[in-house]
């Protein structure tokens, strides 16, 4: 019998599942947040962990910062931080309360004129970034920053003054996009599956995902991705496929692919996972800490889409 207080042995997996491997790989790379994160999506581990976790990111504007995107670094509080702050409490089940109303008081105070948010608010100039994220002076906003935000908040019954001119934005820039690259289109299914207006949303998405079947902005057949082209100011090979737009089976992106290649997508997912039990990251690399922060963040949400379409992962 074991000792009273001792730590209770692991559950037992298959030794090369892809979650038993993905497992290992946490525990000898990842953040504490992301280890958290893991414990809580896949191993039974409690909410608390990863709020506590989280809050070491929180800044005193209620923004968050310290690099927790890995391409940002240093201290201030961005957009972009605080938008994967929001992700994290969404996943968990805690994105409500005071602590969300504090959040969208920031939202507000870096929002610009029109009431929508920057990629990059000037703060951050002075601290190492990505070469690919310009800081500018008065920067624009954007889709990209603004969409995920306004879809989580509204995904979670959130009601501030700041979502009221920030959602007619994500309408907007939506509605007009005639051309676009993949990451953008992301944010904007990120803003569409929560929209309150459903059939708007519906007609929308419907029309983004023609462009992105006319654009070629979809890898449809990852076993020749290499046919199909990459968007400009994107690294090599870094392609988007399926399962990158439609990240559940509940998304509007959905209806933009066939059976047939969702599950082709899929199977190249599933099979990306690298030997050492992570999976990689497609974009630029350009500082060996980034890359190292960013792979467990991707390997985690690889797991929960594979496991949001059913498919086993140990």
Not at 101 to 106: A, D, H, P, T, W
Not at 274 to 287: F, V, Y
Request: glycine residues 8%; negative net charge; proline residues 9%.
């Amino acid at each position: 019998m074991a000792e009273t207080g001792a730590s209770p042995l692991p559950p037992k997996r298959p030794a090369h599942s892809l979650l038993a491997r993905a497992e290992h790989f946490v525990w000898l790379t990842a953040r504490v947040l992301e280890q958290r994160r893991f414990a809580y999506h896949f191993l039974g581990g409690g909410a608390d962990a990863v709020e506590t976790a989280l809050a070491a990111y929180r800044n005193d504007d209620e923004g968050y910062g310290h690099a927790l995107e890995p391409d940002l670094r240093g201290p201030v509080s961005q957009p972009l931080h605080t938008g994967h702050a929001l992700r994290v409490l969404d996943s968990i089940g805690r994105c409500g309360g005071q602590r969300v109303e504090r959040v969208c008081r920031y939202l507000t105070a870096v929002s610009t004129p029109d009431g929508a948010l920057p990629a990059i608010h000037p703060s951050q100039r002075g601290y190492p970034v990505a070469p690919f994220v310009p800081v500018v002076d008065d920067p624009p906003s954007e889709l990209l920053a603004t969409g995920p935000v306004v879809g989580l908040l509204h995904r979670n019954e959130v009601w501030h003054a700041w979502l009221f001119r920030a959602t007619d934005f994500c309408w907007q820039a939506v509605e007009s996009l005639e051309k676009s690259h993949p990451y953008e289109i992301e944010a904007a299914v990120a803003f569409l599956d929560s929209a309150p207006d459903r059939s708007r949303a519906e007609a929308a998405a419907d029309r983004l995902g023609r462009l992105v079947r006319e654009h070629r902005l979809v890898a449809l057949a990852p076993e020749r991705r290499e046919e199909f082209p990459v968007a400009p100011g994107y690294a090599p090979g870094e392609h988007h496929f399926a399962h990158d737009y439609a990240k559940t089976p509940d998304s509007l992106a959905r209806g933009w692919f066939t059976d047939e290649e969702m599950d082709r997508s899929l199977d190249f997912l599933a099979n990306e996972q690298e030997e050492d039990g992570g999976w990689p990251i497609r974009w630029r690399q350009w500082a060996p800490g980034t890359a190292l922060e960013a792979r467990p963040i991707v390997t985690i949400e690889a797991l929960r889409t594979l496991r949001a379409y059913g498919r086993p992962v140990g």
